[in-house]
């Protein structure tokens, strides 16, 4: 399967901007206290340009309380109360500043009864008018989309699969692969985001980092030395026990994303698992994506242009990873 994603290197060609995880949604969470009395928390990013992204409620909410401030690492938290006279239902929420910062909203609405109502503001739709009703059908979409985006967006979860993609020998060993893949960062995902087990961001943003930069070593050592060391052939048959074992960091990645954002406390496993669907789902177009492509490059390129190509993708993938690696590394 290998000469199958030799010409890859059109993907890399068309990657965009060298960034990796740096979906910095901003978050608003409106808790209905008691009649028209509702607690506030509004969680939005800064960066080094200092643009603000302001929030705008309904005009009959006034504040019964003075906000409270908190720095976080690259965002700002916000906590008032409001008063809004006939409540919220019907009424509209909107955020400027969106545009300018290219940043999302996601918004989590928790009323008395328990319900929730959940949804996004984005640059081309920065307002919301809050439903009359809610149901978690909305909970569940708005997290599976996020789960897309994450995972399309996030350039170091995608070499990492490429390059898994590229070792895999046979359709057996991808399959295999993927799952182990997929059940590891579900794992720690799982137990990251629910705060069972926790981990220091930056770290584990280098490791990541530093697991593409040891696939792609593998491959283009694997494609040269003579004989292949004990080491190269467990990589190449058992590329499933590397993708558990690197899953499981990746899933801490995946749970930063996801904290940032936060979860509805009344539909947390709902928000995690459809979370977790959306990753899966990114992750299977992104891979019937790539195999469509080589399918048609093949047809194109002799195998001496092929080779040449997956020459040039590997050793892309490793040098943007190694500056990846220096990158966080000095964020410590």
Same mark, same amino acid.
């Given at each position: 399967?290998n ?9 890399f ?12 949604p901003?978050?608003l969470?409106?808790?209905e206290?008691?009649?028209?009395l509702?607690?506030?928390l ?9 643009? %603000?992204?302001?929030?705008h409620l309904?005009? +009959?909410? !006034?504040?019964?309380?003075?906000? &409270?401030?908190r720095? @976080? /690492? #690259?965002a700002?938290?916000q906590?008032?109360?409001s ?19 290219n940043?999302?909203?996601?918004v ?9 109502s959940? %949804?996004r ?5 920065? +307002?919301? !008018?809050?439903?009359?009703?809610a &149901?978690?059908?909305? @909970? /569940? #979409?708005?997290y ?7 995972i399309l ?6 070499f ?12 057996r060993?991808l ?5 182990a893949?997929?059940?590891?960062h579900?794992v720690?995902?799982?137990l990251?985001?629910l705060?069972?087990l926790?981990v220091?961001?930056?770290?584990v943003e280098a490791?990541?980092?530093l697991s593409?930069?040891f ?6 050592t694997?494609s ?9 052939h467990?990589?190449?048959t ?5 993708a558990a ?8 990645g995946?749970a930063?994303?996801?904290q940032?954002?936060?979860?509805p ?10 979370f977790?669907?959306?990753v899966?789902?990114g ?6 994506f790539?195999?469509l492509?080589?399918y048609?490059v093949?047809?194109?390129l ?8 997956k020459t040039?993708?590997v050793?892309?993938?490793?040098g943007?990873a ?7 590394i000095s964020a410590?």
């Open positions: 399967m000469r199958f994603f030799s010409a890859l290197i059109i993907l060609s068309l990657a965009g901007p060298l960034v990796a995880d740096e979906i910095r901003g978050y969470e409106i808790t206290e008691s009649d028209q509702f607690a506030v509004w969680k939005v990013p800064q960066d080094q340009y200092d643009r %603000t992204i302001r929030l309904p005009a +009959s909410c !006034v504040e019964r309380s003075k906000p &409270t401030l720095p @976080v /690492a #690259g700002t938290i906590r008032w109360y008063y809004c006279e006939g409540g919220l239902k019907g009424k509209t929420i909107s955020a400027t500043g969106l545009n300018v910062t940043t999302d909203i996601l989590q609405l928790q009323w008395l009864d328990e319900s929730t959940t %949804t503001l984005i640059p081309a739709s920065p +307002s919301h !008018v809050i439903p009359q009703a &149901t978690r059908l909305k @909970v /569940a #979409g708005t599976f989309l996020f789960g897309i985006e994450h967006e996030g350039l170091d979860h995608l990492f699969v490429l390059a898994l993609l590229i070792i895999v020998r046979s359709i060993l399959v295999l692969t993927i799952t893949f997929t059940l590891a579900s720690t995902l799982a990251a985001t705060d069972i926790s220091p961001q930056q770290p490791v990541i980092a593409i930069v696939l792609a070593c593998e491959i283009q694997s040269t030395a003579k004989p292949r060391t004990a080491k190269l467990m990589v190449e058992r590329p499933w026990l590397v074992s690197f899953g499981l960091l990746h899933g801490l995946f930063n994303a996801l940032a954002v936060g979860l406390d009344n539909a947390i496993p709902t928000a995690l698992v459809f977790n669907l959306g899966e789902a992750q299977l177009v992104f891979i019937g790539i195999l492509m080589t048609l093949k047809r194109l002799s195998q001496q242009y092929l080779e040449w190509g040039t993708l050793y892309g993938i490793g943007i190694s500056f990846w690696i220096f990158e966080r410590f």
